[in-house]
């Protein structure tokens, strides 16, 4: 498979970069690449055999190249190179009719109707979910304008992506689960973008009719709205990607804890039942002191990583005076889980009303995770250092004790 693959990959990016013009600044190969990644994405999730994801893998390579022979009917184009390309590499019959139909199947109007086929098209519209869309939109539109495809207004262009957006559907599962959400974050911004844009219209009209303060004041107003929504949106980002990173760390940690935990448990274990026994016999009595040092070392770092993972235990409990003073953090679930739910619902809105509050109960939030997580990083660092002395006089006592005391006995 990934021979076949290999040549096709090597074929579209010399057949783009020979035949296809400057002017398309979307539909070329990081777009290609782009598709090619997304179905690897799908087929990861789905219960796709091995000769089944050769076969669409070999279509999103394909799917796009006739657009280097002509734009308008670039998926006949791109079904005839990929026939002749794959019929000169004695590609099983059975399965290259399966690749053309993939390709056919990206047409404008056409319906998916193989799994296959909903895979390919659901990597070629993956765009729509994608972080980027306006960027390459933007593309798109150019792409049209400098191949005699039509040049859109603002207004134009954004009814036209609306409008494919609310005919467009995802056909996988995976697609739907995982793709929807961001699809419809991009819609909801084009039709923000769109108001927008029909209210500067307005403003610009009363202009024009003699109300230019009165417009400078609403759109200032909306700027200033505009900034106020980017911050919220930025300190928003920040909270989340901070808390994720404390969250993770905090997840490291009581994991490094747990392996030495289970590495000492195994140790002790193995100590017990091998080696204590053999004190009864006097010959093996210089195995003693040995033994007592690794057996104490492994109970030390045994403590330590129950120190770093045992949880704190605070009282759940906080008065309406607290939330007034801006003394509690709801945050955390350690200073509510005794209260009762009225009480909890409304400091919940108490705070949710008052942004300097929330960003301070948010701030506070992540400094008293971050002081957790100070505790247990060095607990952990003292834990793994106790482990490596450990690990070092015992084997130096054992040498020892084999060396000398033996001998002595």
Request: with cysteine; net charge neutral.
């Amino acid at each position: 498979m990934e021979t076949i693959l290999k040549k096709a990959e090597t074929f579209v990016l010399n057949y783009l970069n020979e035949n296809l013009k400057s002017t398309f600044i979307y539909h070329n190969y990081n777009h290609t690449q782009f598709v090619v990644s997304k179905v690897t994405e799908i087929i990861q999730a789905e219960n796709i055999s091995r000769d089944e994801q050769e076969v669409v893998l070999l279509a999103a390579w394909f799917h796009d190249l006739g657009y280097a022979v002509d734009k308008a009917k670039h998926e006949e184009h791109s079904i005839t190179i990929a026939a002749d390309f794959l019929m000169k590499e004695n590609y099983s019959a059975e399965k290259l009719s399966v690749v053309l139909d993939c390709i056919n199947a990206t047409k404008l109007h056409e319906t998916p109707g193989t799994l296959l086929e909903k895979v390919l098209c659901d990597a070629d519209f993956a765009h729509m979910a994608s972080a980027d869309y306006t960027k390459l939109s933007e593309q798109l539109r150019l792409e049209f304008e400098y191949n005699d495809c039509g040049v859109y207004t603002d207004k134009e262009w954004l009814e036209q992506n609306i409008a494919i957006f609310n005919s467009h559907r995802f056909y996988t599962k995976y697609a739907n689960v995982n793709w929807t959400f961001a699809k419809n974050d991009n819609l909801v911004e084009l039709h923000k973008v769109l108001k927008k844009n029909n209210k500067k219209a307005e403003n610009r009209q009363d202009n024009k009719r003699g109300d230019k303060k009165e417009v400078d004041k609403k759109e200032k107003k909306e700027q200033d709205s505009s900034k106020e929504s980017k911050l919220d949106k930025s300190a928003e980002i920040l909270f989340k990607v901070m808390s994720s990173n404390h969250l993770k760390l905090s997840y490291i940690a009581d994991r490094k804890a747990n392996i030495l935990l289970s590495v000492n448990a195994i140790i002790l274990s193995i100590s017990l039942s091998k080696l204590i026994p053999k004190f009864e016999d006097s010959e093996n009595v210089y195995l003693l002191y040995p033994t007592m040092i690794f057996v104490s070392f492994s109970v030390i770092s045994i403590i330590l990583s129950v120190i770093v993972t045992r949880p704190s235990v605070t009282s759940g409990k906080f008065t309406k005076e607290d939330v007034v003073k801006k003394k509690v953090n709801l945050m955390f679930f350690g200073n509510f889980h005794k209260m009762e739910l009225d009480d909890f619902e409304d400091s919940l809105k108490d705070i949710a009303d008052d942004k300097d509050y929330l960003f301070s109960a948010m701030t506070k939030d992540l400094y008293l995770l971050g002081k957790v997580l100070d505790r247990k990083y060095r607990m952990l660092r003292l834990n793994y250092n106790v482990f490596i002395i450990g690990i070092i006089i015992s084997v130096i006592a054992f040498f020892i004790s084999y060396k000398f005391l033996s001998n002595a006995i």
